[in-house]
């Protein structure tokens, strides 16, 4: 069962911001991208630059204590087209997992994309990715199919690993 949301407080300065139980979603700004390039290569792969942060064309999100929203707790990466969501990225600082939070972060990420109409959000995780893959069926993922050897090895002379594809209806 999905940890429940409400909109609460929409666009103060161009910002809409959601409560989710213990956590708010809201957009990152460039004060964050100095503490996200820290933290993100903990927890995520890729190019968590500055720069990239700065030049990254989707829609980026952070989770930040509900009454201190300086205090990043996880992040999200999507974008928006025609009415699918395309989730690229999320994450929970490593100390902070395993609390709900994932839970929280993703349902704020799909109230989103629902209320900008979309009806379908996609994904791809790494097989071997077992809390990720639990957090998506938990919220009702279902996987809808395999792309082979998708990810590189994730230590020097591994093999390369497939991506599961998975979807979520969003009506
Ligand atoms: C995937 C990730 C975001 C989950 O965040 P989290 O805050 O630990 O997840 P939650 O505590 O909200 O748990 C959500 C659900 O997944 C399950 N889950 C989480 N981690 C799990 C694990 N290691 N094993 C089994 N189930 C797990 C929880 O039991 C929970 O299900 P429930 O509601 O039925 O209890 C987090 O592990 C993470 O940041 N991983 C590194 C980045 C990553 O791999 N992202 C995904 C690819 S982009």
């Given at each position: 069962m999905l940890a429940q949301s409400h909109p609460a407080a929409a666009a103060s300065a161009g910002l809409a911001f959601t409560?989710?139980?213990h956590g708010v979603l809201r957009p990152v700004t460039p004060d964050d991208f100095s503490e996200l390039s820290a933290r993100l290569p903990s927890v995520l792969s890729g190019d968590w630059s500055v720069?990239?942060?700065?030049?990254?064309?989707?829609?980026?999100?952070?989770?930040?204590?509900?009454?201190?929203?300086?205090?990043?707790?996880?992040?999200?990466?999507f974008y928006l087209v025609a009415d699918e969501c395309h989730l690229l990225e999320i994450a929970v600082w490593t100390e902070l997992q395993g609390k709900g939070l994932g839970k929280q972060l993703l349902t704020a990420v799909l109230d989103e994309a629902r209320a900008e109409g979309?009806?379908?959000?996609?994904?791809?995780?790494?097989?071997?990715?077992?809390?990720?893959?639990?957090?998506?069926?938990?919220?009702?993922?279902?996987?809808?199919?395999t792309r082979r050897e998708?990810?590189?090895?994730?230590?020097?002379?591994?093999?390369?690993e497939d991506a599961l594809l998975y979807s979520l209806n969003l009506t």
């Amino acid at each position: 069962m999905l940890a429940q949301s409400h909109p609460a407080a929409a666009a103060s300065a161009g910002l809409a911001f959601t409560v989710v139980g213990h956590g708010v979603l809201r957009p990152v700004t460039p004060d964050d991208f100095s503490e996200l390039s820290a933290r993100l290569p903990s927890v995520l792969s890729g190019d968590w630059s500055v720069a990239a942060l700065e030049a990254s064309p989707y829609r980026q999100r952070v989770l930040v204590k509900d009454d201190a929203p300086s205090i990043l707790l996880g992040f999200a990466e999507f974008y928006l087209v025609a009415d699918e969501c395309h989730l690229l990225e999320i994450a929970v600082w490593t100390e902070l997992q395993g609390k709900g939070l994932g839970k929280q972060l993703l349902t704020a990420v799909l109230d989103e994309a629902r209320a900008e109409g979309c009806t379908l959000c996609l994904l791809e995780v790494r097989r071997s990715n077992a809390p990720a893959c639990a957090l998506y069926e938990r919220a009702g993922f279902v996987v809808v199919g395999t792309r082979r050897e998708y990810y590189p090895p994730l230590e020097a002379g591994g093999a390369r690993e497939d991506a599961l594809l998975y979807s979520l209806n969003l009506t």
